[in-house]
């Protein structure tokens, strides 16, 4: 059976995914590598594009919004009495050489980069990372040296770019072969319950057919960017229900022995 119509029939038929548990481990393999790769693509675009619209703005804004500064002996100096924020669309930007900034302010920002007295705040999804200047005590940073660093950033995107895929990809890969192979150790369970002669070979391959639609519909929201509370107990949730019916569709007694 082509993978595509698999692809198609584990969305809806617990029946088919039952009867999938005789093929072959290698196709298995292989429907999990194309399953992953279409869940990572809307991930991949768009934290791509974000990417490179970040670099983008990030030296616009250098160029033309920022004073001269430099970071020396741990702390961030120019001429700006005032702090400096910049919105762009959702993206904060905050340069403070003054000190009246502080990081508890930046960290309640969504996304935002700020340049404070003594250290560099990153945000993103409310997550904050701090970078302290002291860390680089006999360095000195000027604004040209930023923009130099972010020139040769939007030189190596078409590196970047795909590398960072590649990792996303890989990364993905690998917990998607960590949830089949958890969700098989589930398939035995029910096998018991349910008085189903199946092996681990069988749920494993099962497993693997029943995670696909939790993954498409993931797919599906990350791709219209909607945010759906709770999508680690919704994923297994529908997953371990989708295996629990297919295992219910096995006969009593699997006349192949393998």
Known sequence: MNVFVQLWKSLYSPKDIARFR???????????????????LPTFYYASTSLAESIRTTSALLRNDLPPFSIENGELRS????????????FTIVFDSTGKVTRREVERLPNAIALLKHEAVLVAGYQAQHYSYATFPDVTITDED?????????????????????????????GKFVSVCLLAFFGLMFAGMLDKKLRYR?????????????????????????????????????SLAVLFLAAKEVPAAVQRND
């Open 202 to 238: 069988h749920t494993w391959i099962m497993s693997a057919y029943a995670i696909t639609l939790s993954t498409v519909f993931f797919a599906l929201m990350e791709t219209v960017q909607t945010i759906v509370p709770y999508s680690t107990f919704i994923h297994w949730f529908v």
């Open 146 to 174: 930023v923009r130099v660093f972010i020139a040769s950033l939007q030189s190596l995107l078409p590196v970047l770019i795909p590398l960072f895929g590649l990792v996303l990809y890989v990364l993905a890969c690998a």
């Open 79 to 90: 001429e700006a009495a005032e702090p400096i924020h910049i919105d762009q669309g959702g």
């Open 22 to 40: 005789f093929q072959g481990i290698g196709k298995t393999i292989g429907y999990l590598f194309l399953l992953t790769l279409l869940s990572v």
